[in-house]
């Protein structure tokens, strides 16, 4: 059986499993039911300056009859005091002295820092995160994403830290800006030992058709909150690709964002995380879902022959290219199981009204009728589709090499490109 | 009063063709395609406490499994199914899901349809077996032995853990195939011979030795007549283990004690079962059939009969509130045709060479006893003669008392084996689970007996070494 066991820019895990830093890690009695439960690590709810939070402080995006497709949040950092933060870690670590306990921070000067770094050390931290990311409240301090936004701070702020943390550091980036490598490529020239992302995504959730009022409601009112849940994978799995795949970036990868199920932790992992953290999924079912998560990896893996983590990690990452790069000469078409069919012809009107006009209605038969010479293989009628495998995308054989923008004869730069 | 009198040759139903009875004995929960089974689990709420898996009497961590299922990983449904449930795959047939998991699950307070446990259950069961994926090996050997006397779900289940443990195991079987009551008792439209054998193979291969053909006795004189059958003494046993496990189910089908009980045509429930079992289905019925009892083995030999072709007229002494069959079986028959006739007791099988008819009294609710069931009174001259060419007799089974008299020391209530909560005897040496111990209930509940009997049994001779 595979070793789930990492080891993570130097913090030792026994799994990949992490808690987010948020609510789930609000408290010892948390984190220590999450390690009983089978979670490998947990990053503590970010450690800061006192603040104070709202009632109410959550709002969801649901997707038909699917509850919380995103969460979306306005609540701050930790609201307890450091000294009880700092107590319970001690106990977790107690404890737990095998599972990795990684504390977040979020402070505004140098001795802040250093002082809360020390304290941390001191109680035995396996890491730190530093929280370069809460999309609001804290960036209007000029804390959080507006450190995450500008690569500068990101860096000077990462190199404080740096001067005084013997454990490693983990900087958490956030999605709130346009190009991550550049957060990312900050905080490793400031030193960091690895960095994790996303962190939520700047969002209101809904508005009260009755009321008027956005959501989630402070008393009539709300204000931007940090978007995550199932709803930005796709997101966060750009980025930490965008990450992995570049060509200067060289630190160790913790993948956050809508993660559930190993089967998307697998998906950060081949895209190139070495750990994966999850927030929203545990605020949905509680920290049980971590069976699943351990079991259905370990099995993987081994269905794959693979002995450990790290044997899956990144296979997927080189794979995300420039679009400039991709073969043009490609070409697949869309291929209908009559046998298989409902004859719902969703896939149809998709077609005909959304996209190419590429598939028929037959007399005598609900299945319709893919026309092959127009179909330009885009894959809608495949995602529309209700039944599983019932439309496969099949590959073409064009008979042409390989070919790329660069050099095709539509690209008016072509000659240039070439020669 | 109506006296008939039937002809010779049209007493007997020809055995029906091959096709026809593959078809009117399909199965009733058939597998769930992997499709299927992702869309039933995504439904699934994954409850905190789940009010589905407090139902479960093996305790199966259904939610988990379900979650599992719903990540596409059959392989760790199965194992959280078999680290509860060794039998999960029977179960997930047999259970009346309807009243325990199903009839838990929180969508019914929706007035929504409640998750088909049983059925994914079913899906990753079958997964792990049809891929021979194993999850429990032998454990270190205690150099201790073990004897469990009944090859059925109880000795089953207690055989696994017991091996899990590390003990050397020999169940004994008397018939000529374990499973018990999967194999010989159970209705075919949810689990057939075939699923039986498969499910006690992949049990099996854990490395307990099972000696079928076995009975054990209490004295020699009750020797078989087969020579392939044997006898093993129940002394010898004690001698030569450590322990003993009692697994041994129930007994015949209780006789009605009335006139006419012992023509041809007269069989208990559970023994006509035996035969449909044994045969493959392949067996006659009379053309018309009475069943006598209401509950769910009378149901079973009801639906049975009526899909061998036969008209089927149920017969209860009380209504049909107080009938001890589950509704949805009650359904069940109605939609296969059989008849309930509700407020009758059976007083006599008429017939000369042949059964030609039961001779009935109508009743009349008198009042509620004190157990909620309805009190009743034979009605004066109601006697009423109901023609028939077979009658099953289902009123429930005997115990195996005789059997467990020659057991110094053992404690039975009402025919069924006394244990305490390690599911030992009051002879500490034996232990005992399933039918015998809570006088017939489900499958279910006895693969959790036999289980928790195996972890009695290991403390107990950990005790003892100490
Ligand atoms: C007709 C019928 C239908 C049923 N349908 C269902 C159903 O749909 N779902 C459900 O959950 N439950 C059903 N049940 C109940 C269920 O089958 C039993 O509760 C369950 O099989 C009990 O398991 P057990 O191991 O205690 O006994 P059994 O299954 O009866 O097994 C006992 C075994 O011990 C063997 N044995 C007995 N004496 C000796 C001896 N002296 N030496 C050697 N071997 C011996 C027997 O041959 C038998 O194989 C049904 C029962 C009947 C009778
Ligand atoms: C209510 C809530 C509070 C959060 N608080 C913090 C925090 O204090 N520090 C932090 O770094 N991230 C915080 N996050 C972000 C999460 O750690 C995580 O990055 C994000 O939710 C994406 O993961 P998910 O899709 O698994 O939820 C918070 C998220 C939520 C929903
Ligand atoms: S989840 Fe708990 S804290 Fe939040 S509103 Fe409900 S009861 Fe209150
Ligand atoms: S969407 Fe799928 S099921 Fe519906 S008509 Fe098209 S091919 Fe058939
Ligand atoms: S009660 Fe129903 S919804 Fe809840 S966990 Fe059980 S099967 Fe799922």
């Known amino acids: 059986m595979a070793d789930l066991k990492i080891n993570f820019a130097g913090i030792i895990a026994p799994n990949p499993f992490w808690l987010a830093s948020a609510p789930p890690t609000n408290t010892g009695y948390q984190v220590m039911r999450a390690f009983e439960a089978g979670w490998g690590g947990a990053v503590w709810k970010t450690l800061g300056q006192p603040i104070v939070n709202v009632s109410s402080r959550y709002g969801a995006l649901n997707y038909k009859n699917d509850r919380m497709m995103g969460l979306n949040n306005i609540e701050l950092i930790t609201d307890r005091p450091l000294e009880v933060n700092i107590r319970e870690m001690k106990e977790v670590k107690e404890r737990f002295p095998n599972h990795a306990l990684i504390a977040s921070m979020m402070f505004e000067t140098k001795e802040e820092w250093h002082d809360c770094i020390k304290r941390c050390e001191d109680v035995g931290v396996d890491g730190f995160e530093l929280n370069f990311g809460c999309p609001h409240g804290m960036c209007e301090r000029g804390m959080g994403s507006a450190v995450g936004q500008n690569p500068d701070v990101c860096e000077k702020i990462t190199s404080w830290v740096m001067e005084a943390a013997t454990k490693p550091v983990i900087v958490k980036l956030t999605p709130n800006i346009t190009d991550i490598t550049k957060a990312g490529l900050a905080a490793q020239r400031g030193g960091a030992n690895a960095v994790s992302l996303i962190n939520t995504i700047n969002s209101v959730t809904r508005v009260d058709l009755e009321t008027f009022e956005p959501m989630p409601s402070v008393n009539g009112y709300s204000t931007h909150g940090g978007y995550c849940g199932p709803a930005v994978k796709p997101i966060a799995l750009n980025m930490v690709s965008a990450l992995a795949a570049h060509p200067d970036f060289h630190l160790p990868i913790s993948g956050i964002g809508g993660i559930e199920t190993w089967r998307d932790s697998a998906e950060f992992i081949l895209m190139g995380a070495s750990s994966v953290q999850v927030c929203t999924a545990v605020m949905h079912y509680g920290f049980r879902i971590v069976t699943d998560m351990i079991t259905g990896m370990s099995d993987y893996l081994d269905s794959k022959n693979m002995k450990a983590i790290e044997d899956l990690v990144g296979h997927t990452a080189h794979r995300v290219k420039r679009w400039e790069e991709l073969d043009l000469n490609y070409k697949v078409v869309a291929h209908i199981d009559p046998g298989t069919c409902i004859g719902c012809q969703l896939c149809y009107i998709a077609c005909e009204d959304g996209a190419h006009q590429s598939i028929a209605l037959q007399e005598g038969t609900r299945v319709p009728a893919i026309k092959e010479e127009s179909c330009v293989g885009c894959n809608l009628c495949s995602l529309v589709c209700p039944v599983d495998d019932c439309i496969s995308m099949v590959k073409v054989n064009t008979g042409k090499e390989k070919l790329v923008w660069a050099e095709h004869p539509a690209n008016p730069h072509q000659i240039a490109a070439i020669h | ?466």
């Open chain 2, 1 to 466: 009063m109506i006296e008939i009198s039937i002809k010779e040759t049209t007493r007997l139903l020809p055995i029906p063709e091959e096709a026809t009875l593959t078809k009117s004995f399909s199965n009733i929960k058939p597998a769930l395609s992997a499709g299927e089974a992702m869309i039933e689990a995504s439904r699934c709420l994954f409850c905190h406490d789940a009010p589905c898996t407090q139902a479960c009497p093996s305790s199966i961590d259904i939610p988990m499994f379900i979650r599992q299922i719903m990540s596409q990983n059959p392989k760790g449904a199965a194992k959280t199914i078999f680290t509860q449930n060794i039998l999960g795959k029977s179960c997930a047939s047999v259970c009346p899901t309807q009243v325990l998991c199903e009839g838990a699950c929180v969508y019914n307070d929706m007035n929504e349809k409640p998750i088909d446990i049983g059925r994914l259950q079913g899906f990753a069961t079958d997964y792990a077996i049809e891929n021979n994926i194993r999850f429990f090996q032998k454990g270190q050997p205690t150099r201790k032995k073990v004897a469990v006397i009944g090859g059925g779900p109880a000795g089953l289940a207690c055989a696994h853990e017991l091996t899990v443990l590390g003990y050397e195991v020999v169940v004994y079987e008397a018939h000529e195939k374990a499973g018990g009551l999967n194999a010989y008792g159970v209705a075919p439209y949810k689990f057939t011979n075939a699923d039986a054998a498969e499910e006690v193979d992949y049990v099996s291969q854990i490395g307990f030795t099972i000696k079928t053909k076995t009975r054990v006795v209490a004295q020699t004189e009750e020797t078989t007549s087969s020579s392939d059958y044997h006898t093993v003494l129940l002394n010898d046993l004690e001698k030569d283990y450590d322990a003993i496990f009692l697994g041994m189910g129930l007994g015949e089908s209780k006789k009605l004690g009335i006139p006419g009980e012992n023509l041809p045509e007269v069989q208990g429930a559970a023994e006509f079962i035996y035969q449909l079992r044994k045969e493959e289905q392949k067996i006659s019925v009379g053309r018309r059939v009475v069943v006598i009892g209401a509950g769910n083995t009378a149901i079973d030999a009801a639906v049975e009969s009526a899909k061998l072709g036969a008209d089927v007229q149920v017969l209860y002494h009380r209504t049909a509130q107080d009938q001890s069959a589950y509704d949805f079986e009650v359904a069940h028959a109605k939609a296969a045709n059989v008849k309930f006739c509700y407020l009758v007791t059976p007083s006599e099988i008429i017939g000369s060479q042949h059964v030609e008819g039961v001779r009935c009294l109508q009743n009349e609710v008198t009042g509620v006893d004190d157990r909620g069931k309805s009190k009743i009174n034979p009605i004066l001259g109601s006697e009423f003669v109901l023609p028939c060419d077979m009658v099953i007799y289902a009123t429930g089974q005997e115990k195996q008392v005789r059997f467990y008299h020659s057991i110094s020391g053992l404690t039975l209530e009402h025919g069924k084996i006394l244990v305490n909560p390690n599911y030992q005897t009051t002879h500490p040496k034996y232990f005992a689970g399933g039918d015998c111990v809570n006088g017939g209930k489900e499958v279910v509940n006895a693969v959790a007996h036999g289980r928790d009997a195996a972890r009695g049994i290991h403390r107990y001779l950990l005790g003892e070494k100490n």
